[in-house]
Nanobody
């Protein structure tokens, strides 16, 4: 069974920084894309950033220049460094991975979500 376990959320003042981590564990055969989505109250879940196994990255426009994404392929872990945080970044952040386990084909997996709150 594959699990994604997130850590690093919390409360921070505007202009501050947080680092989110997400580790995929279980009977993993291959990991393709990993990334982070977020969902604010009353809004749809949106992609924040993603990174391929080769290191190519993609960011939503609102976080470009402030957030960076990285991964450790050996540890199946993805990180989201969030700098210059704004109140509008407040949301539940979900880790996502598109991976293949030993007994399934490629499919989407999600973490349980971690709250990020930015105070003004």
């Amino acid at each position: 069974q594959v699990q994604l376990v997130e850590s690093g959320g919390g409360l921070v003042q505007a202009g501050g920084s947080l680092r989110l981590s997400c580790a995929a564990s279980g009977r993993i055969f291959s990991v393709n894309t990993m990334g982070w989505y977020r969902q604010a109250p009353g809004k749809q879940r949106e992609l924040v950033a993603q990174i391929t196994s080769g290191g190519s990255t993609n960011f939503v426009d609102s976080v470009k220049g402030r957030f960076t994404i990285s991964r450790d392929n050996a540890e199946n872990t993805v990180y989201l460094q969030m700098n210059s945080l704004k109140p509008e970044d407040t949301a539940v952040y979900y880790c996502h991975a598109f991976l293949r386990s030993w007994n399934t084909g490629f499919r989407d997996y999600w973490g349980q979500g971690t709250q990020v709150t930015v105070s003004s």
